[in-house]
């Protein structure tokens, strides 16, 4: 039976498995079995953090530039771990919608939604090509950047 | 005081200085600078601090200029004097907070000929489903109650004070 917690094991991060545990019973010593499900760790940083990751990778990856105001990317990145905190997915912070389930079930909105992947438009500002008056040089953002924006909302 | 079904903040008027009418909102400041917390705001004239407490449905301590309760959508469109911008807004759209210093400055300027209204669509979501709104930040210019022009996404002050006149020279 897998585990469908991705577990890993502490030396030299080989995957878990259950079935090939020690023979010898429980691990020990320097064996380190490290359990991670979905906002395990207090939620709020592990989304935050997969999602600055997840942009920062984007933005390369798709040749677009956060924007020159960067309070505007730390906060839809924390619309979007925000969203998939409470969704499963990182739904687009930046629309409304009659039924936010049923978006995430479709797809089309989850980040990087398909007008983005289509024809690099995000209405976020979050992934701006070069030629947009809004773009910056950067495409990076740490987590306290994004932390210190968003923490007067 | 009572919660109504519906809240607004709205900003009327003579505002001396920048300053924030919704609990997400800060005193103004220039981009790539820093945000300045609440309560760092230089107090200005007409302001005053919220020292309520907290309403159903809103955040706490807010700096507003002027703040009104409505049992509804329809009451204020039913009972405001001038045409209304409405902004469609969610606290976590980026673009929706880039546009609050320039809505500060458009409703200071168009004081006479406009009054901002700001809708948060996570706290009311009857009245966005109403008005089919899709991006945020949406904005609606309404007139006598209805309608009457609509538009999507950030733009600077200049450019929405252009909107809001093209809108409102139109003859019904």
């Keep these: 039976m897998t585990s469908t917690v991705a577990a890993t094991v502490g030396c030299g991060g080989l995957p878990f498995r259950p079935s090939s545990a020690s023979p010898r019973g429980r691990p020990r010593g320097r064996w380190v079995v490290r359990a991670q499900a979905a906002g395990a760790d207090g939620s709020d940083d592990k989304s935050l953090e997969v999602m600055r990751k997840f942009s920062e990778q984007y933005a390369r990856r798709s040749n677009t530039y956060f924007c020159t105001d960067k309070t505007v990317t730390a906060v839809v990145i924390k619309g979007l771990a925000d969203h998939r905190d409470t969704l499963g997915a990182p739904l687009c912070p930046c629309r409304h919608y009659d039924d936010k389930a049923a978006e995430v079930a479709q797809g089309f909105w989850n980040c990087p939604c398909v007008p983005m992947r289509e024809r690099k438009e995000c209405h976020c500002m979050l992934f701006l090509t070069p030629d947009n008056d809004f773009a910056g040089q950067d495409q990076v953002i740490s987590l306290e950047e994004i932390k210190e924006a968003t923490s007067k909302f | ?172």
């Design chain 2, 1 to 172: 005081m009572p919660m109504a079904a519906f809240n607004t903040a709205t900003a009327a008027g003579a505002l001396a200085s920048p300053a924030p009418r919704r609990p997400s909102a800060l005193a103004a400041r220039l981009p790539a600078a820093r945000w300045v917390p609440l309560r760092c705001s230089p107090p200005a004239l007409g302001l005053r601090r919220g020292t309520a407490p907290s309403r159903r449905g809103s955040a706490a301590l807010r700096v507003e200029a002027k703040k009104q309760s409505f049992s509804s959508f329809d009451e204020l469109l039913e009972k405001s004097e001038k045409p209304l911008l409405v902004d469609f807004y969610a606290t976590w759209c980026g673009p929706c907070q880039y546009m609050v210093p320039i809505l500060q400055e458009v409703s200071e300027k168009l004081s006479d000929k406009i009054q901002v209204v700001k809708i948060d669509t996570e706290k009311y979501t009857s009245i966005a489903n109403r008005y089919r709104i899709e991006a945020l930040p949406t904005f609606i210019i309404f007139k006598d109650g209805k309608p009457c022009h609509r538009f999507e996404g950030a733009l600077p002050a200049n450019q929405l004070i252009e909107q809001i006149e093209n809108a409102l020279a139109v003859t019904k």
